[in-house]
């Protein structure tokens, strides 16, 4: 069976197990890294033994500022957008703009990292730190001192200190659920039932050469960060997809050419709603890249689960995968009328108290 078949159909199972069973949320892991060439990557879970999961291979001597316009949206000293390519960090905000440091795979370049910026690592893009292990956005970040007792809040770590990421999970929904036309409803689904969080302002209907989904298959995240649901419509290997934005990026000076091509949905609070640049779950907390093909996590719940998986409805009909679409292709998904995005999970469903 496909994995994204499997998949769909692992969630939409614990969904229809409610309310008797409530599944875990994403475990709590921590990721630290020794900041010195040849440094090693490691990967805590509660109650059992590190894991070397890569090595430094450089250091950043600067960082970037200002940094990419959504990561002033972030919270500073956490992660600020996570993605197969790229992890950066908010570091401070000033003046309005976000200053960030990068964590990268050696293989590629992300040009919002800025030269000098960042720490380079052995990891294989789509994998690892940028996979299996991906932290959320929103994670905590501080780094130690050398000699392993201070401990403060993120900036850019000295030769010998170690920056320290916390994934803490957070209440996520099972799953988006989104009308893909104008005035669209955007609902997310919890054990509590279906909260209205958003409306569509600008429908997707084509698909793009989106950097980074050559590291990602079809119907996965791509990135994520307080502007951007980045979703891979092709498999690893070639380029295409889409991104979600909420109002407010999609109206900065940065993103203007989204209102003329079809590549981006824009959405924007429901009524009575806050802003959703930086807020959960759409932009924050939850979605990212999962487990690559050929990783695997402590267990089969674990690897599967923590895999967000883009699911469609084409002209009203039964949920299916993702279209497979790759290059720039401006009327590739006209005709997807639905869309549902799946949250990570890592534990098998436990009985609830309902």
């Known amino acids: 069976m496909p994995a994204f078949v499997f998949r769909g159909a692992l969630a939409l199972f614990l969904f229809l197990l409610l309310p008797r069973f409530c599944p875990a949320l994403d475990e709590a892991f921590s990721v630290s890294i020794t900041c010195l060439p040849g440094g090693t990557i490691s990967v805590e879970r509660a109650g059992e033994p590190s894991v070397i999961i890569g090595t430094v291979l450089a250091i950043p001597d600067t960082t970037r ?6 990561s002033a949206w972030g919270e500073e000293g956490t992660v600020v957008a996570t993605a197969v390519n790229a992890i950066h960090i908010l570091l401070s905000v000033e003046k309005g703009k976000g200053r960030t440091l990068s964590i990268l795979p ?3 370049v992300a040009p919002a990292a800025g030269p000098g910026a960042s720490i380079i690592t052995d990891m294989k893009a789509g994998r690892s730190l940028f996979g299996a292990w991906a932290p959320a956005v929103g994670s905590a970040v501080t780094v130690r001192s050398a000699d392993g007792r201070a401990e403060s809040g993120a900036h850019r770590p000295l030769l010998g200190e170690t920056l320290r990421i916390s994934m803490v999970p957070v209440e996520n929904p099972y799953f988006l659920e989104i009308e893909n036309r104008p005035g669209g409803r955007v609902t997310a689904w919890y054990e509590s039932g279906p909260r209205l969080i958003a409306r569509i302002i600008r429908p997707v209907a084509g698909v793009g050469r989106f950097e980074g989904t050559i590291f990602q ?4 995240i791509r990135a994520n960060h307080p502007g951007v649901i980045d979703i891979s419509t092709s498999p690893e290997g070639l380029v295409g997809g889409f991104q979600i934005m909420p109002l407010e990026h999609a109206s900065s000076s940065e993103m203007q050419g989204a209102w003329k091509m079809t590549q981006w949905m824009i959405v924007a609070p429901a009524p009575g709603g806050h802003t959703l640049k930086g807020t959960r779950p759409m932009f924050s907390g939850g979605l990212l890249p999962g487990p690559g093909r050929g990783e695997y996590l ?3 719940w674990a690897t599967y689960g923590r895999r967000p998986l883009a699911l469609v409805r084409i002209s009203g009909g039964a949920w299916t995968g993702m279209p497979e679409v790759s290059g720039r292709q401006d009327h590739a998904l006209e005709e997807v009328t639905h869309l549902r995005l799946y949250f990570p999970f890592t534990g098998e469903p436990q009985e609830g108290g309902n």
Not at 65 to 70: D, E, L
Not at 217 to 220: L, T
């Open 298 to 300: 402590w267990d089969l």
């Open 106 to 108: 050696a293989e590629t």
């Open 65 to 70: 500022w200002p940094s990419f316009t959504a």
């Open 217 to 220: 298959e079809r119907g996965r």
